[in-house]
């Protein structure tokens, strides 16, 4: 069975304090690994895909990065406008079973 | 401007009533999706359609039907059998249903609380 689990289950930063957060996946065959952001009250917001173990991307001060078996998502001083739960999901079988992992919830202090 | 809208925002059931929710796109998408979000859980897939007039179960169906009459549009019906529906519900789309690498855009959400 297909399984995505995230870790911390929250993680509380100030604002310029660098940190990582964590998505083990376990899966058949990876066809695509997704980070979205959610805020509260709010749908997910696509942040990155990633397809291939060694593959990078980057987006402002994101960064996510994808293993055999894990991904992470590297935070770069942190603003607090970067407060929201982020979403882990893989997709191994061409969009007909999204997995979804619990999320991280991360809270940015001014 | 081109998105997913989900219509009501919140929406409250009286135990026994079967009530629908709303899921429109106009992406052009072929595939939508409907999920269930509770507390310190991940989305759940309740139903997902890869094209027009077909679509299948996801892992909580139970309680729950859909219709995909149209291409633009994915309704969900809580029925009464469902026990506990009080959760966050939604709905998804991708450009293509059996193609690889698509990413799911997500509409704004409904929330549904039985009272």
């Known amino acids: 069975e297909d399984q995505v689990t995230q870790s911390p289950e929250a993680l509380r930063l100030q604002e310029g304090e660098s940190s990582s957060l964590n998505c083990s996946y376990t899966v058949s065959g990876l066809r695509g690994l997704f980070w979205y952001r959610q805020d509260p009250g709010k749908g997910p917001e696509f942040l990155f895909t990633?397809?291939?173990a060694g593959e990078e991307k980057e987006k402002e001060r994101l960064k996510a990065t994808l293993t055999k078996k894990e991904s992470f998502l590297h935070i770069t001083a942190p603003k607090p406008e970067d407060s929201a739960t982020y979403l882990c999901?893989?997709?191994?079988?061409?969009?007909?079973?999204?997995?979804f992992g619990p999320g991280t919830r991360l809270s940015v202090l001014p | 401007d081109g998105g997913i809208t989900q219509s009501p925002k919140y929406l409250f059931r009286k135990e026994g009533q079967n009530v629908t929710l709303s899921c429109e796109q106009n992406l052009n998408h072929d595939a939508m999706y409907w999920y269930r979000q509770d507390p310190g859980q991940g989305l759940r897939l309740i139903y997902y359609?890869?094209?027009?007039?077909?679509?299948q179960k996801g892992d909580i169906a139970e309680g729950y039907s859909v219709s995909r009459e149209k291409k633009e549009s994915f309704p969900l019906t809580v029925t009464s059998a469902q026990k506990n529906p009080t959760a966050f519900y939604l709905c998804?789309?991708?450009?293509?249903?059996?193609?690889?690498?698509?990413?799911?855009?997500f509409g704004p959400g409904t929330r549904l609380t039985v009272l």
């Open positions: 359609s890869q094209i027009v007039n077909d679509f």
């Open positions: 990633l397809y291939s």
């Open positions: 998804a789309s991708t450009p293509t249903g059996y193609s690889s690498y698509n990413e799911q855009f």
């Open positions: 999901a893989v997709d191994d079988n061409y969009g007909q079973n999204f997995v």
